[in-house]
Nanobody, 122 residues
Framework: QVQLQESGPGLVKPSQTLSLTCTVSGGSITTNYYYWNWIRQPPGKGLEWIGYMSYSGSTYYSPSLKSRTSISRDTSNNQFSLQVSSVTPEDTAVYYC??????????????WGQGTQVTVSS
């Protein structure tokens, strides 16, 4: 069974770049037809999808965050990473990584990491 684990700094200063890594075990991030996602939940708000990297290495981002977001991967270590630049306190959230896939034109999130709190504050 695939497992995902987020890691990275819990505190980031405004205007700096937030960087998180998701380490995957029990399955390869290059396995066909899986999509490796970043999702966040600000305090008191719902889940917000940030973007994904596909099994082939292509990326797709939420239009609202696209200008500040980058997702990359390290296949040798079976990890994928998130960077969000020029952060503000509005980027404070619990950040999750998750594996997704399509089934009959519907996208499902099948496995999630436990989430990691990131606070943007000086």
């Amino acid at each position: 069974q695939v497992q995902l684990q987020e890691s990275g700094p819990g505190l980031v200063k405004p205007s700096q770049t937030l960087s998180l890594t998701c380490t995957v075990s029990g399955g390869s991030i290059t396995t066909n037809y899986y999509y490796w996602n970043w999702i966040r939940q600000p305090p008191g708000k719902g889940l917000e999808w940030i973007g994904y990297m596909s099994y082939s290495g292509s990326t797709y981002y939420s239009p609202s965050l696209k200008s500040r977001t980058s997702i990359s991967r390290d296949t040798s270590n079976n990890q994928f990473s998130l960077q969000v630049s020029s952060v503000t306190p509005e980027d404070t959230a619990v950040y999750y990584c998750a594996r997704g896939s399509y089934y009959r034109d519907t996208f499902y999130f099948g496995s999630w990491g436990q989430g990691t709190q990131v606070t943007v504050s000086s």
